[in-house]
């Protein structure tokens, strides 16, 4: 397996449609950066739940996936499952985003993602983020839209099974869906890492990247 390191991380920007989506896509990998890089600016976006249970239980969930870090959370009002209606709130948030960080690394959803919010703003993260490496994270779901990633970032167990814990603990609203469980979340941490040469891992799409071979 060929590794390409980054080094230090200064900050790290991630984008959701809906609150859980940051955590179920990059949860072990928020665990894993914020741990390495102690102070660690995360600036994250979420597009819809503004102002209702779903912000309470992000803002508690995301403290937890990046601890000792910088967190700087926006919880937007979008409707949910309508965001292709709601474009230009949508890309004027995301440009507000990249006003105020420069991240070393972007995590956002997929642009091939099944799901139309999900997939939409993927769509924008380029628009604004022209010169950043964008990771697009995969969130499991019925649409079996999962596909052949092209990034890892290995967890350890105990990552993992931590990243499965705060899913559990801090998204009550989301325990009465059929596919939101530990088996679930585990199971396809296992199989990514199975493809990566490690117990587990979470995969991303990284459409684009340039290489600095001679450092």
């Not at 102002?51 to 990046?66: P, T, V, W």
């Not at 999962?146 to 499965?164: F, H, N, V």
């Not at 869906?177 to 891992?201: K, M, N, Q, S, T």
Request: with cysteine.
């Amino acid at each position: 397996m060929i590794r390409l390191g980054a080094g230090p991380l200064n900050g790290i920007a991630a984008v959701g449609a809906h609150c859980d989506d940051i955590a179920i896509g990059a949860g072990g990998t928020l665990l894993t950066v914020c741990h390495a890089n102690p102070g660690l600016r995360v600036d994250a976006l979420v597009l819809s739940g503004g102002g209702s249970e779903r912000e309470q239980e992000e803002r508690a969930a995301l403290a937890a996936f990046c601890p000792g870090a910088d967190l700087r959370l926006t919880v937007l009002k979008l409707p949910d499952g309508r965001l292709p209606a709601h474009w230009d709130e949508a890309k004027a948030a995301v440009e507000e985003l990249r006003a105020r960080c420069e991240p070393d690394v972007v995590l956002a959803p997929r642009t091939d993602d099944a799901h139309q919010d999900h997939r939409g703003l993927a769509e924008l993260m380029p628009t604004a983020f022209r010169d950043h490496l964008v990771l697009g994270y995969e969130i499991v779901k019925w649409d079996a839209d999962l596909g052949r990633p092209t990034a890892y970032q290995p967890l350890s167990t105990e990552t993992a099974e931590r990243k499965a814990r705060l899913l559990q603990e801090h998204y009550a609203s989301q325990r009465h869906r059929p596919w939101y469980d530990r088996e679930a979340f585990l199971g396809l941490a296992r199989i990514r890492g199975i493809e990566c040469h490690a117990r587990y891992a979470e995969a991303f799409a990284a459409t684009k990247l340039t290489l600095d071979l001679e450092v």
